[in-house]
């Protein structure tokens, strides 16, 4: 790279910082250095504010708040165990579910469907990353629920024998809200790795086609390591989104903030407990406390995004 | 002129035109319960003197006692009374002048519930309410609920409990009332807007809590009288102080109150729920308007006092319209003296 840069540079004749700000590179940069750096800035102020706002509980719980479990506003006794576990299993499972589903279909979207269809279905996915979450929450309630309720019976008794599907089912559950949010960010997979999918050079594909492989053969073992580095992305931004989801969670997970093993349990996730307790929060340790929990949200996702990109790295050096 | 210039002086022009109309803008905020009355009790209001405008936010009771605190807004409002804690803090950030708490109208909470094969409407005992919502009466066919429901067959199913996610002024009147009929409630959970609730499934809203009931089956749970009649729900009825078993209506709530006017405090701060008299409804609450004692503005703290006398007299009967129980006479004698302590 830098052979090429030395190059462009004897090019031409030394500029002058005037003269570059009348040939407008000066200002492109200005203009875009700022707009990096706001975004730094903003998300520098929310951590700063989420600290500073929520520092009664941080001084009286210390780091137990992060494995109690009592939600007690009354006898004013804070733990955000149960939030975080109610936050992972969710996304988790909403992981697990939308991965696949979302990667086969952008395989077929991108390499299989002929380009009508293909770009039809892909503006309707588009569509559907556009839907308000409280859409879904309401799908969830009406549709996916009473859906649950019939299928509940035969996972039961295929499956019962686990703690994972134990225990009365009551509709609103963990296992729910995973379902829900699998659906919310399924289109954040299908449409950004059918993009990537889409923009892998033919080169790829003709040179395994020309070695005699099947046209599986092409997508699963030259197109799709080729795209992985997307498709991880995309999976990300999804896990984000469902970390972060609060009306639609909300609506179905049940609210209480109890660690039980079963998934069919109700449960409470973080972003929820917050948009549901803040408004009528009393008292300042009360409020401080909710604030905490965003502030371990945020943390979480921090935390939970680094973990995936290490990984992400450690296998690619692998290859 | 340029095209810029001719925007800025239309832009100007308009603010000043704006403020010299001299407007009295009265801010205020808080509790959401009342919102659809006290709406349309500022709206009529500013019909009648059109210089005045009472702006409404509807944040919640806990932001209310905040901004009021805070002097952000002119007064607040509240579905449950401030703590002797929130009433020091106003008083410290006031210069030693307290705020003051003024009933406006009054609502309910009503049990509902979905049992499948059952369509009486029950009856209900303090101690079946505090047993099933503590966790100890599990069972629809349990001896308490039973006893209280003669001829009426209920399954021996496992009873759901579903309570409101959200902070909620609806459930503090609901586990105040609990508090008050069982110890064992009172010294487990307590009372508060959000409790850490023993059993049971959490729903936003009312609307969250009477869709949980409908699609469980099994379940009982709580939501605003309100509500309720609004959407034509079927609720048990609850067993007074007296010992009768009443049904949530307007007339009984605001008899709950008249029963609870003997001992009302000077400060309005009372619980209501399970007062005597027996024709009372047990689960009712005030809501509350929060006014500084002290207030600078001569013309605002005019407009604010002549609003709660209008209020008191002129407002109430628009009250039942709205599905809200108006204040008992003696209630409203007693706060338009107590209008007298705004300075």
């Not at chain 1, 559907?128 to 509940?152: D, H, M, Q, T």
């Not at chain 1, 609103?172 to 950004?192: D, E, T, W």
């Not at chain 2, 009477?210 to 009649?229: C, D, H, M, T």
């Amino acid at each position: 790279m830098a052979a090429p840069s030395t190059h462009l540079t004897s090019a031409r004749p030394a500029q002058s910082f005037w003269q570059r700000v009348r040939a407008g590179d000066e200002v492109a940069f200005g203009i875009t250095f700022l707009a990096a750096f706001t975004i730094l800035f903003v998300t520098g102020l929310l951590v700063w504010q989420l600290w500073i706002n929520s520092g009664l509980p941080r001084q009286k719980f210390g780091w137990s708040f992060f494995v109690t479990q009592t939600w007690d506003p009354v006898a004013e006794q804070y733990g955000a165990l149960p939030f975080i576990y109610g936050t992972l299993v969710t996304s988790a499972l909403a992981l697990i579910i939308a991965i696949p589903l979302g990667i086969g279909a952008a395989i077929f979207l991108a390499e299989f469907a002929p380009p009508w269809l293909s770009d039809a279905l892909a503006f309707l996915i588009e569509l559907l990353a556009a839907v308000p979450s409280v859409i879904y929450g309401l799908l969830g309630i009406f549709i996916l629920i009473p859906i649950l309720r019939v299928i509940e019976p035969y996972l039961k008794s295929a499956l019962g024998w686990t703690p994972l599907f134990s225990g009365p089912f009551y509709g609103v559950s963990l296992f729910s809200a995973g379902v829900v949010l699998s659906v919310m960010i399924v289109p954040f997979i299908i449409s950004i790795s059918r993009e990537v999918i889409r923009a892998v050079p033919s080169d790829q594909r003709e040179a395994a086609l020309a070695l005699g492989a099947t046209r599986w053969e092409t997508v699963w073992d030259a197109v799709i390591p080729y795209a992985s580095k997307g498709i991880t992305g995309s999976i990300f931004l999804a896990l984000a989104r469902s970390l972060g989801e609060t009306m639609a969670v909300t609506m179905v997970i049940g609210n209480d903030p109890k660690i039980k093993a079963s998934l069919f349990a109700p449960g409470y996730s973080i972003a929820a407990v917050i948009a549901n307790e803040f408004t009528e929060a009393t008292g300042r340790m009360y409020t401080e406390a909710l604030i905490e929990l965003g502030l371990v949200l945020f943390a979480l996702t921090i935390v939970i995004n680094g973990a995936a990109r290490l990984l992400v790295a450690g296998t690619e050096r692998n290859r | 002129m340029s095209r810029v210039a001719k925007w800025v002086i239309l832009a100007v022009t308009m603010a000043l035109g704006v403020a010299s109309a001299q407007q009295i803008l009265i801010n205020g905020a808080g509790a959401t319960f009342p919102y659809p009355m006290y709406s349309k009790w500022f709206d009529e209001y500013h019909k009648k003197f059109p210089t005045l405008q009472f702006n409404y936010q509807s944040i919640g009771s806990g932001g209310g006692i905040q901004q009021v605190t805070q002097g952000t807004v002119d007064f607040g409002a509240t579905d449950g009374p401030m703590t002797d804690m929130q009433l020091k803090d106003f008083e410290a950030k006031h210069g030693g002048a307290p705020v003051l708490h003024f009933p406006t109208v009054m609502g309910g909470d009503v049990p509902v519930y979905n049992i499948p094969g059952v369509s009486a409407q029950l009856n209900f005992t303090p101690e079946a309410l505090a047993g099933i919502f503590l966790g100890k009466i599990a069972k629809w066919n349990d001896p308490a609920i039973v006893m209280a429901n003669p001829g009426v067959k209920l399954p021996g199913n496992d009873i759901v409990v579903v309570h409101r996610s959200d902070g909620s002024g609806t459930t503090y009147i609901w586990v105040d009332y609990l508090c008050k009929v069982s110890k064992e409630w009172e010294t487990k959970v307590g009372r508060g807007t959000s409790v850490n609730w023993p059993v049971g499934l959490g729903g936003k809203g009312n609307e969250g809590v009477s869709g949980q009931v409908k699609q469980q089956p099994n379940s009982i749970g709580y939501v605003e009288l309100i509500f309720a009649r609004q959407n034509k729900m079927t609720f048990g009825k609850v067993k007074n102080a007296a010992g009768v078993f009443v049904e949530a209506s307007l007339a009984s709530v605001t008899a709950d109150a008249a029963g609870a006017v003997k001992e009302m405090p000077d400060d309005f701060r009372v619980s209501i729920t399970n007062s005597p008299g027996k024709d009372s409804y047990p689960i009712s609450s005030f809501t509350w308007l929060l006014v500084p004692s002290k207030i600078q503005d001569a013309a605002k703290k005019k407009a604010i006092t002549d609003f709660l006398k209008w209020m008191l007299v002129e407002g109430q009967p628009m009250a039942t319209a709205l599905d809200y129980a108006p204040l008992p006479k003696a209630v409203v004698a007693k706060e338009q003296k107590a209008i007298a302590k705004i300075q």
